[in-house]
């Protein structure tokens, strides 16, 4: 069986508080974007992970799909084994939920393949195990997401009018050192309401707390972002923790000047 996990994005991110847990309580807006990557799994006489594409840092054993096979295994020891092979074409470490959502894709294949009954609510509760990002993936559809993140409502908002780009710069940012440098703080307005604003007023309301010190230790990061927005783009953002940047324009920018130095995704 193959399936093709996406991408995501996040519309403002708010970090409002330092949880007892370690972990942070958060507003955002995640919402899906078409990078993907493919994920195959086929029944094998033992537990097998390849992967082919960008190469993935870590050990195999850490690789979410793994945790994922292990999980259900727990609960469901009549799993056989399978073999994997990921081909991953999602920036890694970019704020594009790469990993959480091949853990997500994982979970749903192996849910229909071998008939173990989930419906999205169990599915999302093996998902926020492995990861704050991994439960949006499960529905993946726009929504409104806070605690660590993995809490929805859904939200109405449809940028299908519009064309997204996703500009990964030469840069790498791990998700635990854009959250060792932010100050939480309370909102003043929640982001459930500003994105339901229109389009040409989020550039004044909607924000990524995470840019100021990412943009301060990776300039290279705040140029891409200054560069949507003199490429035309109505509202642009780092995506998550970064590296990458997206731009939402009404027509498909020209950004040549960017692709000898970045990797450039139109229309996502
Ligand atoms: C920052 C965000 C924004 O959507 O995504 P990315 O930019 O990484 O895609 C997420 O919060 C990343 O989610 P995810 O990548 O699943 O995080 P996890 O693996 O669960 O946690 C990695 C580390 O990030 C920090 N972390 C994560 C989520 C959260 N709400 N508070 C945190 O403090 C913790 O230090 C944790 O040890
Ligand atoms: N299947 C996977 N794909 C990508 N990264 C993975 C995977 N499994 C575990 N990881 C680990 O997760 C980290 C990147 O996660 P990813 O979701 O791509 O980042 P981000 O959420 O910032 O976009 C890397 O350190 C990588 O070692």
Same mark, same amino acid.
């Given at each position: 069986m !193959? ?7 996040n519309?403002?991110?708010? !970090?409002?508080?330092?949880r ?13 974007? @078409?990078?993907? *990557?493919? $994920?195959?799994?086929?029944?094998? *006489?033992?537990?097998i992970?390849e992967?082919s594409?960008?190469?993935? &840092? ?15 295994k727990? +609960?469901? &020891?009549?799993?056989?084994p399978?073999?994997? #092979? ?18 997500a894709?994982?979970?749903? $294949?192996?849910?229909? @393949?071998?008939?173990?009954g $989930? *419906?999205? *609510?169990?599915?999302?509760? =093996? ?10 993936? !499960?529905?993946?559809? &726009? ?7 993995d ?20 840069? #790498?940012?791990?998700t635990a ?5 932010? @100050? ?18 989020w550039?004044?309301?909607?924000r990524? +707390?995470?840019?100021? #010190? !990412? ?9 891409v972002?200054?560069?949507? =927005? ?11 923790s970064?590296?990458?940047v997206?731009g ?5 920018? +020209?950004?040549? #000047? $960017? ?7 139109? +229309?996502?």
């Open positions: !193959i399936v093709f996990p996406n991408a995501k994005i519309i403002g991110l708010n !970090i409002i508080a330092r007892p847990d370690g972990y942070h309580n958060l507003e955002t807006v995640f919402y899906p974007i @078409k990078i993907n *990557d493919v $994920l195959e799994v086929i029944e094998a *006489d033992e537990l992970f992967s594409g960008i190469s993935i &840092p870590g050990d195999v054993n850490d690789n979410l799909c793994i945790k994922g096979y292990y999980l259900l727990k +609960d469901f &020891p009549k799993l056989p399978v073999k994997i #092979h990921l081909h991953k074409n999602i920036p890694i470490g970019a704020g594009l939920g790469g990993g959480s959502s091949n853990a894709f994982f979970i749903k $294949l192996m849910n229909e @393949k071998f008939e173990l $989930l *419906d999205a *609510d169990r599915m999302e509760d =093996y998902a926020r195990i492995l990861g704050a990002d991994c439960a949006f993936f !499960i529905n993946n559809k &726009p929504v409104f997401a806070f605690e660590k993140g809490e929805f409502e859904p939200v109405k908002i449809d940028l299908s009018a519009y064309k997204i780009v996703l500009v990964m710069p030469d840069a #790498h940012v791990s050192e854009a959250y060792r440098g932010v @100050k939480p703080a309370p909102v003043k307005e929640t982001l459930y309401d500003l994105v339901q604003m229109p389009l040409a007023d550039k004044r309301h909607i990524n +707390d995470f840019e100021g #010190h !990412i943009f301060n230790a990776h300039p290279v990061i705040r140029g972002k200054a560069s949507l =927005y003199e490429s035309g783009a109505l509202y642009a953002s780092m995506s998550g970064g590296a990458s997206f939402i324009f009404k027509d498909t920018p +020209d950004l040549s #000047h $960017l692709e000898e130095s970045c990797q450039v995704f139109y +229309d996502v």
